[in-house]
């Protein structure tokens, strides 16, 4: 039960950054995309600015 609930986060983790990374041309970022993704769920719950440019890249507003 444990390994599943490792797996489904690892894929959670995975998927958000796929996401991120493919629209990250409509953030307002210019660099740091390589950082940017991997951190996200970090930066996610802590910067309001990421949290507007996260939800660009994934709808993409």
């Not at 797996?7 to 740091?32: D, I, K, V």
């Amino acid at each position: 039960m444990n390994s599943l609930i490792i797996l489904l986060a690892m894929a959670g983790y995975g998927y958000g950054a796929w996401r991120f990374w493919r629209g990250f041309h409509r953030t307002n970022f210019s660099q740091g995309r390589l950082y940017l993704t991997l951190l996200w769920p970090v930066f996610l719950v802590a910067d309001k600015r990421y949290r507007q440019n996260f939800s660009k890249a994934l709808k993409g507003r």
